[in-house]
């Protein structure tokens, strides 16, 4: 080996150290591109996914609309409350931190939770034990508990907002309201018939949390606002629904009636400003209802019985067939084919009445004698004309269209009992319709129990006009309604005046028949106030009375008390004339 040749070790190194420069170079160029693809490249990507991680996200309720009585008082609201829930597999991660200490786990969480739900530690630290990832602790929270069960930051726990629905009148129209489900759906009543437009429509929040839960400030936030739903503002007042409602109830018990029912509309708008059902439901406790019809004045079908004869008067006048002077003797049994019978509900001879007292002593054999002058066809379109046969159309679910069978479909009895309300069935508002039909000079003006609707910005607006239809003259209606004031004078519904008020109406007694094939008795008096100016009718319908099965005494002292009521809170003056009546015999 030459004296200037380098050492074979040192070349070695060299060599070594060359390659160990290499290999840090590539790993350098590695780790840099790797960098650069990172935060370069896929870096917005990376971050959006991380941040994706983060955001949780909140459903905003959209709140139910309220329903409020003619006068804006809330008769169904929503209120804020909280359901409180746990995932049971994060419980376990809880640590006490502070003082005075708790056990960690789920006995240190039922520790800090239960005193401020008012729950027993131990069945609740039981009940957060487990593998499940959600089970409810307690429902319908207030806003001011939820907030202090938030502020523990407890893991595992939510706390998530929901709306209730509250009756603040407890059982007040609760058979016009109705009811909605734990999920705040309407299920009966006005709730399912205005469910689509009270109910709102939800909202969302998402924004960044942070490791326990909370919102990170300056995060990403994003909202989709809630929309609440519309409020609907009814016909209703809750003063005359109340009396109307304790009139028949106290009647119903000291009548020993089955059940009964009440309606108040006034006659020039068709507002229904009451409509009661002697089984109502409070609806803050739907579960308490046995099922059924929720308002049997517009879903029971009963016959009219003689509050049908103001059908039959309305004909007779309008086809100039008689007058309310014309003149009839009339027998206590009577038939108009030599082959049915139709008889009086009192024995009596021969009565020499005239046409009005007919009505007013509701005489059976006296309104076949004059109406069997009426085509079968023309009796038969009165009575649709008046609305038998069909539904008014208020806006509450469960309407029957009641039974008025076709001409063609009637036995030889049916031709003539038409005449005097059987052989055909109707609503307890059907039956009012037709004395607010002939109140308001002869046209009818559909029925409706809501006046308008409330957007979530507070603009009000009120519901088209109602439909009217004009179904006899403006003469004959002045006529009948005349006629019928003699019922309250001079005839079978006494009970019915109102001390300084004219009062027009007609008494009812029919049979009825129940799905068993057993026999009752419905008793009715509707009537008109003040008949010299029609305001209000007033329908009041009792079903198996047992104290007396006469309509004049059992129903028509609720009209004289609801009625006069109703006047006054409506301000109506009492009558300033006399009644000039006509003569009811001779």
């Given amino acids: 080996m030459g004296a200037g040749a380098p050492p074979p070790v040192e070349s070695g190194a060299r060599n070594r150290m060359a390659f160990l420069t290499v290999l840090v170079v590539l790993a350098l160029v590695v780790f840099a591109g790797k960098l650069v693809l990172v935060q370069g490249l896929k870096g917005p990507s990376i971050a959006a996914h991380a941040q994706q991680g983060r955001l949780s996200s909140v459903a905003l309720l959209g709140g139910r609309g309220e329903i409020t009585d003619a006068d804006g008082t809330a008769l169904a609201a929503s209120v804020e409350r909280y359901d409180i829930s746990v995932n049971q597999k994060l419980v376990e991660k809880f640590r006490s931190t502070r003082t005075p200490a708790v056990p960690d786990g789920a006995a240190g969480v039922a520790a800090r939770l239960a005193p401020l739900l008012d729950m027993n530690v131990a069945e609740l630290g039981g009940s957060l034990v487990g593998d499940r990832q959600f089970v409810y602790i307690k429902k319908g929270v207030l806003p001011e508990v939820a907030r202090e069960v938030l502020k523990l930051g407890l893991p595992g726990i939510n706390v998530d907002q929901v709306s209730e629905r509250v009756y603040p009148n407890g059982s ?52 989709k606002p809630a929309r609440q739903g519309d409020s609907a503002m009814l016909t209703i007042k809750s003063d005359i629904q109340y009396r109307t409602y304790a009139a028949l109830t106290a009647q119903v018990a000291a009548t020993g009636a089955d059940s009964g029912s009440a309606i108040v509309i006034d006659t020039k708008t068709g507002d229904i400003y009451a409509i009661a059902d002697s089984r109502t439901v409070d609806p803050n406790h739907p579960g308490d209802w046995k ?252 079903h198996n009375p047992r104290s007396s099965i006469f309509g004049g005494t059992v129903a028509a002292p609720v009209f004289s008390d609801v009625a006069g009521y109703t006047l006054g809170q409506l301000g109506v003056a009492p009558s300033g004339s006399t009644a000039t009546l006509f003569p009811t015999s001779w």
């Avoid at 309407?186 to 326990?212: F, P, Q, V, W």
């Fill in 291 to 542: 099922g059924g019809s929720l308002s049997s004045a517009i879903s029971d079908v009963f016959e009219p019985g003689s509050t049908g004869k103001v059908i039959t008067m309305s004909a007779i006048l309008d086809n100039h067939v008689a007058t309310p002077t014309s003149q009839f003797q009339v027998p206590y049994i009577y038939s108009p084919d030599g082959k049915e019978k139709f008889h009086d509900s009192h024995e009596h001879g021969v009565e020499n009445l005239t046409l009005a007292g007919i009505l007013a002593e509701s005489s059976n054999t006296g309104t076949v004698m004059v109406g069997q002058n009426l085509p079968v066809q023309t009796r038969y379109d009165y009575l649709a004309k008046f609305g038998f046969g069909t539904k008014t159309g208020i806006e509450m679910p469960g309407e029957s269209v009641g039974i008025l069978h076709p001409v063609d479909d009637w036995q030889r009895r049916d031709k003539f009992a038409v005449l005097f309300g059987q052989s055909v069935s109707v609503t307890a508002i059907q039956a009012a319709q037709v004395f607010a039909t002939i109140a308001n000079g002869g046209v009818r003006v559909q029925p409706h129990i809501i006046k308008g609707w409330t957007s979530p910005d507070g603009v009000f607006t009120p519901v088209a006009a109602p439909t009217t239809t004009r179904v006899v003259s403006p003469e004959t209606a002045k006529t009948v309604l005349t006629m019928m004031e003699s019922v309250v004078d001079d005839g079978t519904g006494a009970s019915a005046a109102i001390p300084g008020y004219r009062v027009a109406g007609k008494t009812g007694t029919a049979q009825a028949w129940a799905s068993d094939g057993t026999q009752g008795i419905t008793a009715s008096f509707i009537g008109v106030a003040p008949a010299d100016d029609p305001r209000i009718v007033v329908a009041v319908i009792l």
């Fill in 172 to 223: 007040l129209a609760g058979n016009v309201l109705g009811f909605v489900n734990s999920n705040g759906t309407g299920l009966d009543g006005l709730e399912l018939s205005l469910n689509k437009r009270l109910t709102g429509k939800a909202g969302e929040e998402i924004y960044e949390r942070g490791l326990k839960g909370q919102a990170i400030p300056g995060g990403y936030s994003q909202e």
